[in-house]
């Protein structure tokens, strides 16, 4: 199976609600993970982005949770606005050859919807 | 503006007619990738490169070819392009390997008859 598994499914809230998107990974190798989001006919755009060696990372009404004991990630969204309709990725960056190789590896994508 | 180019934007074309797809990216980035984008499989990584001249084979290689002359360009080659990879397209660059903010192209819609 995937490595970085998101089952593509929809969350949809309400304007001003927050929003979790969680992400499940299975290489324990893993030192660094990144949300993408993507808006539709766009490229994925950089979102915030944690090292192993941290828990817990705030951006700009983002969050993003690692909890490595679990292998979970997420992304919380504060005050979600109509703006934050998107899917979102999460990306994991493993060593795939004695470190001279790093990758990214890409979940399927969980699709955001915000109701007005 | 720190940008990853791409061109062109939507292409329709027809089995066997050979195309390139050009990328460019202007931030003097190392390390420069092209994936796939599919329904239900997300974004698969085709080929990267690590630096001029260094280019190696990602997930799903098969048809494909790439070349990293210079820094900033790293075109996509379908010799002879099959129904198989109609797709959405994306070239992406970061500083190295192990720099994880990534920068993405627009995208490349590429319809194969």
């Known amino acids: 199976g995937e490595s970085v598994g998101l089952h593509l499914p929809t969350l949809s809230v309400q304007e001003g609600d927050n929003s979790i998107i969680n992400c499940a990974y299975s290489?324990?190798?893993?030192?660094?993970f990144i949300w993408y989001k993507q808006e539709s006919g766009k490229g994925p755009q950089f979102i915030i982005d944690i090292r192993s060696n941290m828990d817990k990372r705030q951006g700009q009404r983002v969050t993003v949770l690692l909890n490595k004991t679990v292998k979970h990630l997420s992304l919380q969204i504060a005050a979600t606005q109509p703006g934050d309709s998107a899917v979102y990725f999460c990306a994991e960056n493993s060593d795939y050859s004695g470190g001279s190789n790093y990758k990214l590896t890409f979940g399927k994508g969980t699709l955001l919807t915000v109701n007005p | 503006e720190a940008q990853v180019t791409q061109n062109p934007r939507y292409l329709i074309t027809v089995t066997g007619k050979k195309l390139t797809v050009t990328c460019s990216q202007n931030m003097n980035h190392e390390y420069m990738s092209w994936y796939r984008q599919d329904p239900g499989l997300g974004l698969r990584q085709i080929y990267y490169s690590m630096n001029v001249e260094v280019t190696d084979k990602g997930d799903v290689p098969e048809g494909y070819k790439v070349s990293r002359k210079e820094k900033r360009n790293f075109p996509l080659i379908l010799e002879s392009p099959s129904p198989n990879q109609t797709s959405l397209y994306f070239c992406?660059?970061?500083?190295?390997?192990?720099?994880?903010?990534?920068?993405f192209g627009p995208g490349t819609r590429l319809t194969v008859t």
């Open positions: 290489n324990s190798a893993s030192d660094y």
């Open positions: 992406a660059s970061r500083t190295g390997h192990k720099s994880g903010e990534q920068y």
